[in-house]
Structures are given as structure tokens and as C-alpha cells.
């Protein structure tokens, strides 16, 4: 099993991340992508992979920190991506909650951030809160990418606008919720080679750890729920995400 979108370099796991990382080996999991939120932050990422064998990166600049990106961030991302361990530009995106920076500074950070990753030829991965319309159209009017939507939180019926893009979409604990039925319907629909599983931890752990920390040995529980909305075995699910994740993230995966 892999986990798709975590953030290790959270201050909630400053103090034990090696038994973090040793009760995910435990539960197998053999990856995990961690992502930056700033460049601080995607730095201290990139130096976490080259402690840990089972982590890889994305490095980029969130939402909630649109107005950090400057030319000089811009180039230090660039930077980091060239390093072994990165394999994505992220976490990156839109978030119209109220919680984040102006919709323009979003807008102008996130359009950035595509087109460094369609230069460098690098996966992304998209942050999409309350704003899964705006995304698409954004994304039509940039160079194509390839990446993943993560934490998907629409219902079916965005599937296929997400599909014809050529993203994958990629379920976090919410899947697990017992109220999630839309998004378990979602998850049910995604092509079998579209489809991603994560933590996002520490945020949302699944149901029964909800409330906790959330940490990438919990993703166990959202492939068991996901297996059962597909009613596929959670190992033969595990083999299609694992395969998903090593397309989607190429070589350095
Ligand atoms: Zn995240």
C-alpha cells in the first residue's frame, strides 16, 4: 500500500516520526508522499526523504500561503525538484473556504505553480476546496498536467469533468465518514487506473481513529473502505493504486 498525500514535516511529528514511519512499514506501507506547504517546508521535506527511504516529495506552495510565492520561491522550487526524492509539484491549488489568501493571489500562484510543473514535466497535486469548478476551468487555460486531486471532497458527478482532464482522484479518511455516502459513490465510479488513496495526515483520520492524529499506517482503514464501495478485495486495490502511483509519479517513485 501507498499513501499519496501526507505532511511529515508537520509540527505534530517533530518528536516521533521515525515510530510514525515504522508502524507504517508495519501496516505496509511502502510509500509515502509527503508535500510541502511553502518552501521552508518543501526544503525540510526533501531532507526528511533523504532520512527515510519510504518517503518521496512534492514541493510547492499551498493556498493558504498564495502570497509567499515570489520569483525567488518560484526558483527555489525549482530547485528542490530537481533533487532524486522529488516527484511532484505540491501541494498546490484553490480553496475558496474562506481560510486561504484572495481568490487572484490563488489564482496566480496556483497558475505559477502548473506551469513549473508542466516545464519540468512533474505530476501535481491539487488542493480543491469549495472550488472544483474554478479548478477545471483554471486548468483548461493552462498547459496540460497530469496529477491528482487530493482529499477528492465533490460527489459523483464531478468524476468524469476531473477524468476528462486526465486527472487521477485520490480519497483520504472523509471516505470512511459514516454520513460519506456521496463520496463512497465517487469512489465506487473512478476508473481503475485513476484512482489514488492517502492519509493528508495528520488531518483527517478515518473513522476509527477520527479525532486523532492521523498518520500513514491509518490509511489501511480508507483502502478497506474504498475496496468495499469498488467491491474489489483490498489487496487486489492496493495492487491497482500502488501501480497508479508508480505511472503517475514515474521513475523516481
Ligand atoms: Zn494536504
Known amino acids: 500500500m501507498i499513501d499519496a498525500h501526507a505532511h511529515l514535516t508537520d509540527e505534530r511529528f517533530r518528536t516521533d516520526l521515525d515510530a510514525v514511519l515504522a ?3 508495519t501496516a505496509g506501507i511502502t510509500r509515502v508522499l509527503t508535500c510541502g506547504e511553502d518552501v521552508a517546508s518543501s526544503e525540510r ?4 526523504a533523504d532520512a527515510h527511504p519510504a518517503v518521496r516529495v512534492a514541493v510547492g506552495i499551498h493556498p493558504h500561503r498564495a502570497a509567499e510565492l515570489t520569483e525567488h520561491a518560484l526558483g527555489r522550487l525549482r530547485s528542490l525538484a530537481g533533487h532524486a526524492r522529488v516527484v ?3 501541494e ?7 481560510r486561504s489568501a484572495p481568490r487572484a493571489v490563488q489564482e496566480d500562484t496556483f497558475r505559477a505553480q502548473v506551469e513549473l510543473a508542466a516545464e519540468l514535466d512533474l505530476p501535481v497535486t491539487i488542493h480543491v476546496r469549495e472550488s472544483g469548478e474554478v479548478v477545471r476551468e483554471l486548468l ?10 487530493h482529499c477528492y471532497s465533490e460527489g459523483p458527478e ?3 469533468g476531473w477524468i476528462r ?7 483520504a479518511g472523509t471516505v470512511t465518514f459514516p454520513r460519506s455516502m456521496g463520496l463512497r459513490a465517487a469512489a465506487a465510479l473512478v476508473p481503475a487506473d485513476r484512482i489514488l488513496l492517502e492519509t493528508d495526515a495528520p488531518y483527517l483520520a478515518p473513522q476509527p481513529k477520527r479525532g486523532q492524529r492521523n498518520e500513514p499506517a491509518f490509511v489501511t482503514d480508507t483502502y478497506a473502505a474504498v475496496a468495499e ?7 487486489d486495490l492496493a495492487g491497482t493504486v500502488g501501480h497508479n502511483a508508480a505511472a503517475l509519479f514515474g521513475g523516481r517513485w
Open 158 to 160: 464531478a468524476v468524469d
Open 88 to 90: 511532484g509539484i505540491g
Open 140 to 149: 483548461d487555460r493552462l498547459p496540460r498536467v497530469r496529477g491528482h486531486i
Open 165 to 171: 482532464r486526465g486527472l487521477h482522484l485520490s480519497f
Open 45 to 48: 521535506a526533501v531532507a526528511l
Open 23 to 25: 508502524r507504517a512499514a
Open 229 to 235: 464501495a469498488r467491491g474489489v478485495p483490498v489487496v
Open 92 to 98: 498546490i491549488g484553490i480553496d475558496l473556504s474562506g
